[in-house]
DNA sequence: CCCTGCATTTAACATATGATAAATAATCAA
DNA sequence: TTGATTATTTATCATATGTTAAATGCAGGG
């Protein structure tokens, strides 16, 4: 849980009790490589944060398999358009490499929410920030060519690159992989 | 003030020191049409709701100038990657229609949040919700063909097409006026 | 009411990306 | 190691969207 509350650290100082409280409500799961951490079609229930490994967010469109995100070691990953609606997810969270994920329970935690304030600005600033960075993909989508997206991705997290599949790459671009694989053949 | 409090109330309940604390933080104005409320280069420090009119968020890209997003009369607008960043924002609130608009003074609104648990959840709520649209958003774009987009958006925002000149539709697609004219004219 | 300046459409051509298929390359289990 | 499976690249052709330019339509100010 180092890890965890050293993340959270840097978002927003909390008390001991919190730290105990979340602590009480959080399990660590070890999870192979290429399987399912939630399923499609169940309401997300759980907020993971990701010790070790690598995951990605994808979902069916047409029996095509997109990909939403990745997500890396300290950093927090849930299917939010599930988590704050209430309605079941049409997303899944794969692990793409041997992971340590510890998972925290949602509705556990936003009733902690009434008796820690600090828990609840905690994940206020938390989702804020992850909102910023959708905000400023949507930006990086909308006007961009397929080869300046992969020539951004590879400069802004080459780490993408190196550990995925680029079959999951090309979908998280918009694009197909064999489009993906002819824009890095030009180099 | 009506209209916004009931616009919170479907988020958050408020305690009625709560409602005077935040109405003492806001003001009305009242814009003309095509005018900026907030200009490119300035750090967001003001959360506006709409009470009347129509605004859209717009930057510039190589000179182009990009629509991000329309927001209606009961809405919050906010450029939140400066508002929660404190960076200044590349992009500006344009008002399309003559407008009557409430600014709630951020710094003042995040201290009131010490002393109010209960705005502090409400804007909490308010911007996961923001957050999801955002997401979901970007499956909207991933994948879907510009004729798919523009028919999504005579569908779920017919206003959109009644009210925007199309030439800040476009960019709002990820695509040239030409094409969205293109498009329009095939039905 | 008529200009004048924008907004929108139409047309012709250029290009990036998609679709399909086939060829390599890499991975993994036996 | 071998063979089977999966991932990636390469090639060809089709098509959607971009680019530029011109034509038409529309709105606001005098």
Do not use: W
Not at 68 to 82: D, H, K, L, M, Q
Not at 98 to 109: Q, R, T, V
């Amino acid at each position: 849980m180092v890890q965890l509350f050293a993340y959270f650290h840097r978002f927003q100082k909390l008390s001991p009790e919190a730290e105990n409280a979340i602590a009480e409500i959080s399990t660590v799961h070890t999870i192979k490589k290429n399987l399912d951490l939630q399923p499609i079609g169940h309401t997300c229930r759980t907020i993971y944060f990701i010790n070790k490994g690598l995951a990605r967010i994808y979902y069916f469109k047409e029996d095509i398999d997109i990909t939403e995100g990745f997500y890396f070691e300290n950093s927090i990953i849930a299917r939010v358009e599930s988590l704050f609606t209430g309605k079941p997810s049409r997303k899944a969270i794969q692990v793409l490499e041997d992971a340590e994920i510890i998972g925290i329970h949602a509705n556990s935690l936003f009733k902690l929410y009434d008796q820690f304030h600090d828990i609840e600005r905690l994940f206020r600033k938390i989702f804020e920030a992850a909102y910023v960075d959708t905000v400023n993909r949507i930006e990086g989508i909308q006007f961009h060519t397929a080869e300046e997206r992969y020539k951004a991705l590879l400069h802004e997290a080459p780490d993408v690159l190196k550990r995925v599949p680029l079959k999951y790459v090309a979908s998280y671009l918009g694009i197909t992989q064999v489009s993906l694989s002819r824009i890095r053949g030009i180099h």
